[in-house]
């Protein structure tokens, strides 16, 4: 697994560190039994308060720069925020299940060898879509991009298993949490990138 390490600031000491904050969307009208990554999901009908919440806690902050994923949940939640013209990029979506979106995980299991699936799940394409290395590699490609831009502060609205490909880059976990501890609906994550180290490969 390709892990380069984006080096951690101490924001007290690096004046010219990168601050992102990883904000993840609302809840879904889907429970977990669906799969789902590109697939533009409704929003759950609490997604007012959910977003006011989000809201509340980035008020305040002076961002350079402000990106979403174009999936409506996380464009949505930009523009509740402030940010209608919140930067589309496409490297901040969610990963692409290709033919296994929308489909129930029950359906998927009878369809997948589960040893090769365990043991191989970070590995694993599924049909017309992209495995984590495609994630991580995209993800890697849009943080290396903003710091060469020189912003102070960026806000990023997106998913969770984005914001977790950039807290495994940055050293935070470990590959096997990418997807099963991902960050509570609307939550701010924050990182912290030096300014002048560059990236560890």
Not at 166 to 179: P, Q, T
Request: hydrophobic share 35%; proline share 4%.
């Amino acid at each position: 697994m390709n892990k380069p390490k984006f080096i951690a600031a101490d924001p007290s000491q690096d004046k010219d560190a990168l601050i992102i904050d990883w904000i993840r969307h609302t809840s879904l009208k889907v429970d977990g039994s669906m799969c789902y990554g590109q697939t533009d999901v409704k929003v759950s009908d609490t997604f007012e308060q959910e977003a006011a919440i989000v809201r509340d806690t980035i008020s305040g902050r002076d961002y350079d720069a402000v990106y979403t994923s174009p999936l409506s949940r996380a464009a949505d939640l930009a523009a509740f925020c402030g940010y209608p013209d919140a930067i589309r990029d496409p490297r901040v979506m969610e990963m692409d299940f290709g033919d296994w979106e929308t489909r129930q995980w029950s359906d998927l299991i009878r369809d997948i060898d589960m040893d090769e699936w365990f043991n191989n799940w970070h590995k694993i394409t599924p049909p017309n879509g992209e495995n984590l290395q495609d994630l991580l590699d995209r993800v890697r490609d849009f943080i290396e991009e903003v710091r060469m831009l020189g912003y102070r502060r960026i806000a990023v609205f997106c998913h969770g298993g984005v914001i977790n490909s950039a807290s495994f880059m940055h050293g935070d976990i470990e590959v096997d949490r990418i997807f099963r501890d991902v960050p509570p609906y609307g939550s701010v994550n924050t990182i912290y990138y030096a300014s002048t180290e560059g990236v560890e490969r």
